[in-house]
């Protein structure tokens, strides 16, 4: 039986800022941030926003009332509760069957990855249910440190069931987790704790590790291959891994797969940092941007600090273009407002608090984070 992603949606907040802006605020060469760090904007969520209504938003472009959902999994490191699962929050807000199992996968940016293969699984067992599986995250390092560039806010639905429209999960994956002091986030801290440099170490030697093991475990080498998609913490970051396949293969090869990847990371430049939902927007903008085939086989890698890192290969289906909604993902990006740098200052410096509320009048998306009534958060749609 193919099981793999029927169907994609995607949700960044309406707001955003320039990065040029913010590397002259930062008395940053801009070239840093454009060329070094690779982005051009970066998503800002508002005050009423978080994983629950992000999550919300991606996944309502893509339910309808025949899917038959047995699971939702939300992968998410920037959850807002420590009991409650962003997946319990939903069931409501986007009308789910009752009869379904509901919870959260945390393991930084590999969450969203290990919610697909969880899917995958489920629907191996029950084929004629299907799977939500939901990264949603808010990317948060601080004003004025080195991560702040490399931020973003956004979410990814995807629907797990067999004979997938959009993508076939190929059975052929490799994972390894380690022990990893590289990023993390404390529960009492709303921003991450980063060792930028050793980071970027990481996960490129999580890339080549695997690499060898998927090589010798599926007698595969990089030309079996037109595209390799990779977690996008900042546009840049994918390249240092790619680059490390140079010498195995010949120039046109290497040409074509940084051509694909390019594509994929046309969407994160505009975005920013989706944490676990990033390697999912880049295979949104390499399907959208790309010149993707029917039968074409993608290397997919997954990498969450800490660290888990998974490669597997999908293969792309041939009523993909009609499935996937381009031009509602492309409205996304487009339909946003830029704001300035202390606009968005003032946005990070204030969350919403225990006995805060919020008014319809000041919402501008379907689905909004409501009130905060004895340190409950209560959520709220909007009939648009
Ligand atoms: N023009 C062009 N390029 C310039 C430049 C200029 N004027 N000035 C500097 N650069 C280049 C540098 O040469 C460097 O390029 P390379 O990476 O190719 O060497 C690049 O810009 C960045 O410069 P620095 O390394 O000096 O930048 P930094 O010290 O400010 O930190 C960072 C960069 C480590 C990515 C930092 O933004 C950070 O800590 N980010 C958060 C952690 C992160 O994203 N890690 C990624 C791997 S972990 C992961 O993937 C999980 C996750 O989602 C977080």
């Given at each position: 039986?193919d ?30 941030f454009?060329?070094?760090i ?12 978080d994983?629950v ?27 807002v ?24 996968i ?9 919610g697909?293969k ?6 191996a ?6 799977a ?26 995807m ?95 290497f ?26 927007l ?33 293969t ?9 909604d ?8 487009n ?5 300035s ?12 608090q ?6 319809d ?24």
């Open positions: 039986m099981i793999g992603i029927d169907k994609i949606g995607f949700y960044t907040p309406k707001k955003y800022i320039d990065i040029v802006e913010l590397a002259k605020a930062r008395n940053v060469d801009p070239d840093k454009t060329i070094g690779g982005q051009s904007k970066q998503s800002v969520p508002m005050q009423y926003q994983s209504t992000m999550a919300a938003e991606a996944a309502d472009q893509i339910i309808s009332d025949d899917d038959n959902i047995g699971l939702v999994i939300v992968g998410t490191e920037s959850s509760d420590e009991s409650k699962a962003v997946a319990a929050f939903l069931t409501d807000l986007l009308n789910l069957p009752k009869n379904i199992r509901a919870f959260e945390k393991e930084a940016c590999y969450g969203a990855t290990a697909l969880m899917a995958e699984g489920y629907v067992l029950n084929p004629d249910k299907k939500l599986v939901i990264a949603s995250d808010i990317a948060r390092y601080g004003i004025n440190t080195p991560g702040e560039v490399t931020q973003g806010a956004g979410s990814v639905a629907m797990v069931s067999q004979n997938p429209r959009i993508l076939k999960f190929d059975h052929e994956e490799v994972y390894m987790t380690k022990n990893v002091g590289d990023f993390w986030r404390p529960t009492f801290s709303k921003t991450a704790f980063a060792r930028g440099k050793f980071s970027n170490q990481v996960y490129v030697e999580f890339f080549s590790e695997l690499w060898k093991k998927y090589q010798t475990d599926f007698n595969q080498t990089v030309n079996n291959f037109d595209t390799m998609l990779f977690h996008i913490p900042y546009t840049k970051m994918g390249m240092k891994a790619l680059k490390t396949l140079k010498d195995e293969t010949d120039l046109d090869k040409a074509e797969l940084s051509e694909h990847y390019q594509a994929s990371i046309k969407m994160s430049r505009e975005v920013g940092n989706l944490y676990t939902g990033s390697l999912y880049g295979l949104i903008s390499y399907l959208i941007n790309g010149d993707p085939k029917p039968g074409e086989k993608i290397l997919m890698f997954s990498y969450g600090s800490g660290a888990v890192g998974e490669l597997y290969s999908v792309i289906q041939p009523e993909f273009r009609r499935i996937l381009s031009e509602k993902i492309k409205k996304v990006l339909n946003r407002e830029k704001i740098i202390s606009e968005y200052e003032n946005i990070f410096a204030k969350d919403l225990n006995g805060d509320s919020i008014n009048s000041d919402v501008f998306d379907k689905f909004y984070l409501r009130e905060i009534k004895e340190s409950e958060r209560l959520y709220k749609k909007i009939k648009l």
